[in-house]
């Protein structure tokens, strides 16, 4: 790992210690995957490619403090009918620069441009988590044209933040002072209910993001909200999924939002979930494939 990775970690054993399980978890992808660098002017971003070449093509963006590793689950269904690019998000513990632009202004879609231009795709649906939500509706209202469809997946800059960032310091981050037990009350409070599905990519997920909860700085500054004249401009078919119990984000907001101001929304909304979310596999698969047409073949989560 660089040493400019490593400043967006607690200590250089940290990043190394994130890095080796990464790539034992990449070395186990369920499915056959190029790792591509693509280069940018916000610097190198990694990129995971797998599935059919001649395949929709559909763009995997993480949440925060995460990496393409949060896709374990899905990835072996979602590759059977669509090119995935599931791509390192810069500034995040992933592979790719650790560049923190802020996220009001353009910076953030300039550069998943430039990846997209990288990777050769005019267009392509975007699935994003969270952050990655935020910034699959930010690339969307800002450079329409190359967004095809969405999926978003409690994403940032709709409903209205419950969780304010003095909260957290206050109440959750000393929690982590008490060792594994605290880290896990931590997220508790954080993130609410943890998931329901129980599976190996689950549990490996989980492991990988515990240990990167341990090393890594967190990006606290918030992100900005969408307007009402904003999310009126969002054309694309929208898939909007939410637990009901994030305690993070308000989500019956994000619903009445999305649904009342963009033009062609569909939503999940699960009563005992919070801002963690598996098991959406092949409702997404369902999705994508009704809007954008996928290839032949379908598997079983």
Known sequence: MSADLQQIFTSPAGAEAVARRYREVLAAWPVPAAEL?????????????????DAPPVVLLHGSAANAAAWLDDVAVWAQQFRLYAVDVI?????????????????????LAE????????????????????????????RPERVQALVLIVPGGIGRERM???????????????GAPGRRA???????????????????IGELFDLINRHFRHRFDPLPRFGDDDLARLT?????????????????????????????????????????????????????????????GRGAT
């Open 91 to 111: 500034g995040h513990p992933g592979f790719s620069a650790p560049a923190r632009p802020p996220y009001a202004g353009d910076a953030h879609s300039a550069w």
């Open 186 to 204: 931590s997220m508790r409070r954080l993130l609410g209910p943890p998931p329901t599905r129980d599976s190996a990519a689950v549990r490996t």
């Open 236 to 296: 694309q078919p929208t898939l909007l999924v939410v637990g009901l119990e994030d305690p993070m984000l308000d989500s019956a907001e994000s619903i009445a939002r999305l649904t009342r101001l963009a033009q062609d929304v569909e939503t999940i909304a699960l009563p005992d979930a919070g801002h963690v979310l598996f098991g959406q596999t092949r409702a997404i698969a369902d999705f994508l494939e009704r809007r954008l047409g996928g290839r032949a």
């Open 164 to 178: 304010s960032m003095a909260r957290i310091l206050l109440t959750v981050l000393p929690l982590r002072l008490f």
């Open 37 to 53: 660098r693509v280069p940018t002017q916000a610097g190198e971003t990694f990129v995971l490619v797998s599935g059919p070449a």
């Open 115 to 142: 990846v997209m231009d990288g990777l050769g795709i005019a267009r392509a649906a975007f699935v994003g988590t969270s952050l990655g939500g935020w910034l699959a509706v930010d690339h969307a209202l800002r």
